[in-house]
C-alpha cells in the first residue's frame, strides 16, 4: 500500500513548510536528536562555525560549565562554540515539527489503515 501524501490527510499548520522533509539536506544527513541530551531537539540552536544543532537550554548549559567556551559535543567536531557562536534556527525546527507529523501519520496508519 502506497502511503498517500501527507497533505491529503493532515490539514496545513501555520509554520508548515512547502518543501518535503527530507532527512537529507544538501547533500548532509541531518539528526534530529541533540548530541547532549539524545532526544529530538527542542528550541533548536545551530552553530554558525560548525553548522551542528542543538536544544537550546542543554547547550547553554553545557557552555556555561566550561565558562563561557566548550569544544562541540557533536561526534567527531573539533569546533570551540561559544553563546555568540549559536542562532536560533528556525528552518531546523520546522523541517522538525514537519517530520514529526508525518511520524504521527505513520504510526496512525500502521494502527488504522488496511492493505487495499
Known amino acids: 500500500m502506497r502511503m498517500p501524501p501527507l497533505g491529503d490527510l493532515l490539514p496545513r499548520e501555520?509554520?508548515?513548510?512547502?518543501v518535503?522533509?527530507?532527512?537529507?539536506?544538501?547533500?548532509?544527513?541531518?539528526?534530529?536528536?541533540?548530541p547532549l541530551t539524545l532526544m529530538?531537539?527542542?528550541?533548536?540552536?545551530?552553530?554558525?562555525?560548525?553548522?551542528?544543532?542543538?536544544s537550546a537550554t542543554p547547550i547553554r548549559e553545557y557552555i556555561?560549565?566550561?565558562?563561557?567556551r566548550m569544544k562541540c559535543p557533536a561526534t567527531?567536531?573539533?569546533?570551540?562554540?561559544?553563546l555568540n557562536d549559536l542562532e536560533?534556527?528556525?528552518d531546523v525546527a520546522t523541517v522538525f515539527n514537519d517530520?514529526?507529523?508525518?511520524?504521527l501519520l505513520i504510526s496512525h496508519c500502521h494502527r488504522n489503515c488496511r492493505e487495499v
Open 99 to 103: 517530520m514529526a507529523r508525518s511520524q
Open 14 to 18: 501555520d509554520g508548515d513548510s512547502d
Open 64 to 68: 556555561a560549565t566550561g565558562g563561557g
Open 20 to 34: 518535503e522533509s527530507d532527512i537529507e539536506l544538501g547533500g548532509m544527513t541531518q539528526d534530529y536528536k541533540c
Open 76 to 82: 567527531g567536531c573539533n569546533e570551540n562554540l561559544t
Open 40 to 54: 529530538p531537539l527542542t528550541d533548536p540552536l545551530t552553530s554558525k562555525t560548525c553548522r551542528h544543532s542543538f
Open 88 to 90: 536560533a534556527d528556525d
